[in-house]
């Protein structure tokens, strides 16, 4: 694709990192201090605070992902994206109260003035390992894949530029310029896909064409309970649990949550980046199914290179769709870095030396991000184990890994009475059986396991595993909690503002709820949540 990518596609990709580079060093440009580099400054307004979370949660693998589990199975993959809707709106509503009062900077310092220090550093280690494997390591990864179609570079190449470009402004200034770079990022991987998308379905003949293409169940998203990849069951129960992990208890999403100017910035914002998630489907799945149908036998992680490889996009279009590309995978890699730093800093470091001043904390973190970043180079050959199709290997990482992190911040929010050594025991059991059913899946995938049960072992759904590994966690909270009870430092729980709590102010907010009062916000979110939710049940029931 190199020879078809023109002077003025080139022109317009410059542009595109003159602007980010010029925003990110706008944003960087005074001296920050812990809040603000580590939360912007907590004064980020819903719209910015909505386009970021977006914008860090869409990166290259949901580009590369979405659109080869769509080449290779469909419209089913994705469901991921609409249960993150029901889950941004639980953030929102719910939770976002919840964490804002409690004054913390990170979620494992949630659970350090939840349920104590043990908890709070054994969860942000598996933070940071999760941020290295699953986070830095794959973006850069499906990144590497797409550059090397575009321009011909190494996956390695690759890898260095964007880590480069990125860390330009992200590592000097911190999540103020990092979130507010991401509002300008959204908007261009958003125009971006959508122009790909429209030039895909005018090439393909519109959506009737698509759909005489393509097999009648590339359109059904409700797949049987013996799908290897989607089963409705897993779908329904399963990928909530992975969705509650992500968007609800990881710094990675909620550090926005935490920059917000006030609770209603932070609940609005949540809804708009629940809205926005509607998207994904149209403008990330769908090019799958016009890949899979514009060149037959492209499948897995090829679809969306391919398509955007080909001639369907004119002269500077193309440069513009790459640019929205790009701005995707630097919106998340600069989220991640900074919020690996914070992990570091905050639950560690400051730990250790709590008299530290904002100027060292700040520095901490800028050489933190730095061996986070050379260590994710050295990791990115690890990622060749995984299959054709980067967003599955993804989910079935989160399945057997987020559970008990659900588990316990489900508990800690819900039962005042859960205990620290509950919550200490459920992680340290729960994340021992997710890891070792990822590592008999590797052994599996390699052909050295020749025992049946751990074939069989292996070869259970994904989804499904997530189930059983969210009940077991669930179970172990509850009943060590019971045997504890009586032991339990009366010291340790700093946080009383819980999920009964938040439910009573809200239930008051919308019992007063007056035309133009001060409250009248509640019917405005309302509003919008019925709207979102009646769409998604608009998708199922037009393709069950």
């Known amino acids: 694709m190199s020879g078809s990518f023109s002077l003025l596609d080139n022109l317009i990709l410059v542009a595109y990192l003159i602007v980010v580079l010029s925003l990110g060093f706008y944003y960087s440009r005074k001296e920050k201090k812990f809040n603000d580099y580590f939360l912007g400054g907590k004064n980020i307004g819903w719209f910015v605070l909505g386009m970021s979370i977006f914008a860090t949660n869409i990166s290259s693998e949901h580009f590369i992902g979405l659109a080869g589990s769509g080449a290779s199975r469909g419209l089913a993959v994705g469901q991921f994206e609409l249960m993150a809707i029901f889950i941004l709106i639980i953030l929102g509503w719910f939770l976002a109260p919840i964490y804002i009062k409690s004054g913390v900077a990170t979620m494992p310092e949630f659970l350090e003035k939840r349920f104590g220090s043990s908890s709070s550093k054994f969860f942000a280690g598996i933070s940071i390992f999760i941020y290295i494997f699953t986070k830095i390591t794959v973006t850069i990864f499906a990144g590497g894949i797409l550059f090397y179609k575009i321009f011909g570079f190494s996956i390695y190449t690759s890898a260095i530029i964007i880590l480069l470009i990125t860390g330009l402004y992200s590592v000097i200034g911190g999540a103020t310029a990092v979130i507010r770079t991401q509002a300008f990022q959204a908007v261009m991987l958003l125009l971006g896909a959508i122009i790909l998308t429209l030039f895909g379905l005018n090439e393909v003949g519109g959506f009737s064409g698509l759909k005489q293409s393509l097999p009648a169940d590339y359109f059904n998203m409700f797949k049987p309970v013996s799908d290897p990849d989607f089963p409705w069951t897993g779908i329904i129960f399963g990928a909530p649990i992975i969705a509650f992990w992500y968007w609800c208890a990881d710094h990675y999403i909620v550090q926005k949550i935490l920059s917000a100017k006030t609770i209603n910035d932070a609940r609005q914002g949540s809804l708009l980046a629940a809205f926005l998630k509607i998207f994904?489907?149209?403008?990330?799945?769908?090019?799958?199914?016009?890949?899979?149908?514009?060149?037959?036998?492209?499948?897995?992680?090829?679809?969306?290179?391919?398509?955007?490889?080909?001639?369907?996009?004119?002269?500077?279009?193309?440069?513009?769709?790459?640019?929205?590309?790009?701005?995707?995978?630097?919106?998340?890699?600069?989220?991640?870095?900074?919020?690996?730093?914070?992990?570091?800093?905050?639950?560690?470091?400051?730990?250790?030396?709590?008299?530290?001043?904002?100027?060292?904390?700040?520095?901490?973190?800028?050489?933190?991000?730095?061996?986070?970043?050379?260590?994710?180079?050295?990791?990115?050959?690890?990622?060749?184990?995984?299959?054709?199709?980067?967003?599955?290997?993804?989910?079935?990482?989160?399945?057997?890994?987020?559970?008990?992190?659900?588990?316990?911040?489900?508990?800690?929010?819900?039962?005042?009475?859960?205990?620290?050594?509950?919550?200490?025991?459920?992680?340290?059991?729960?994340?021992?059986?997710?890891?070792?059913?990822?590592?008999?899946?590797?052994?599996?995938?390699?052909?050295?396991?020749?025992?049946?049960?751990?074939?069989?072992?292996?070869?259970?759904?994904?989804?499904?595993?997530?189930?059983?590994?969210?009940?077991?966690?669930?179970?172990?909270?509850?009943?060590?909690?019971?045997?504890?009870?009586?032991?339990?430092?009366?010291?340790?729980?700093?946080?009383?503002?819980?999920?009964?709590?938040?439910?009573?102010?809200?239930?008051?907010?919308?019992?007063?709820?007056?035309?133009?009062?001060?409250?009248?916000?509640?019917?405005?979110?309302l509003i919008l949540s019925a709207f979102i939710v009646l769409l998604i049940i608009g998708l199922w029931s037009l393709w069950y």
């Open 280 to 525: 994904p489907i149209f403008i990330l799945v769908l090019p799958g199914l016009i890949a899979a149908a514009l060149f037959p036998g492209t499948t897995g992680d090829e679809a969306y290179p391919t398509l955007l490889a080909s001639n369907i996009l004119p002269v500077g279009i193309k440069g513009f769709v790459v640019a929205g590309l790009l701005a995707a995978i630097m919106s998340s890699l600069s989220s991640v870095f900074n919020v690996t730093a914070a992990l570091f800093t905050n639950d560690f470091y400051k730990q250790k030396y709590p008299d530290a001043s904002d100027r060292k904390l700040v520095l901490i973190g800028r050489l933190s991000t730095t061996l986070v970043v050379i260590t994710a180079i050295l990791c990115v050959p690890l990622i060749k184990l995984v299959g054709s199709q980067i967003y599955i290997f993804l989910q079935s990482v989160q399945a057997f890994i987020s559970p008990p992190i659900t588990a316990v911040f489900i508990f800690a929010i819900l039962m005042k009475k859960t205990t620290s050594k509950a919550a200490l025991w459920t992680l340290i059991i729960g994340e021992m059986i997710g890891i070792s059913r990822l590592i008999v899946e590797v052994l599996n995938n390699l052909g050295i396991l020749n025992q049946p049960f751990l074939q069989y072992y292996a070869g259970t759904n994904y989804l499904h595993f997530a189930i059983f590994l969210f009940v077991v966690s669930s179970i172990l909270i509850i009943s060590i909690s019971l045997l504890t009870q009586n032991s339990e430092d009366p010291k340790i729980n700093k946080i009383k503002y819980l999920l009964a709590d938040s439910f009573s102010e809200i239930k008051i907010g919308i019992n007063r709820l007056k035309p133009g009062s001060a409250v009248s916000a509640y019917k405005t979110n």
